[in-house]
């Protein structure tokens, strides 16, 4: 069962700053393409970026470009997502999930519990 824990979410103000983390659950390694999602209330998930399993390749939603970053430690087995610059519209739930290719972006396995992101003004 493939599914991630995530971590790092809280409560902050626009403008600044948290840092998010996914590991698989259980002891399992994954090397595939990570992707992170959100979800706000009554909207579906969302792509926000992706990260090859190399870590060379990087995707971003044009929402985000310039102000997340993506990255992973294989030798930690986590993926991690640097969010600055936060707005109100980036409030949600964040997950990340094994994806099928960088290009597609197909969430693989089950969805854990995320992370939730507030953005309060």
């Known amino acids: 069962q493939l599914m991630f824990v995530e971590s790092g979410g809280g409560l902050v103000q626009p403008g600044e700053s948290l840092r998010l983390s996914c590991v698989p659950s259980g002891s399992t390694r994954d090397n595939r393409a990570v992707a992170w999602f959100r979800q706000a209330p009554g909207r579906e998930h969302e792509g926000v970026a992706c990260i090859s399993s190399n870590e060379k390749e990087t995707w971003y939603a044009e929402f985000v470009k310039g102000r997340f970053t993506i990255s992973r430690d294989n030798a930690k087995n986590t993926v991690y997502l640097q969010m600055n610059s936060l707005e109100p519209e980036d409030s949600g739930v964040y997950y990340c999930?094994?994806?099928?290719?960088?290009?597609?972006?197909?969430?693989?396995?089950?969805w854990g519990r995320g992370a939730l992101v507030t953005v309060y003004s």
């Open positions: 999930s094994a994806v099928d290719s960088l290009t597609s972006r197909t969430p693989l396995g089950y």
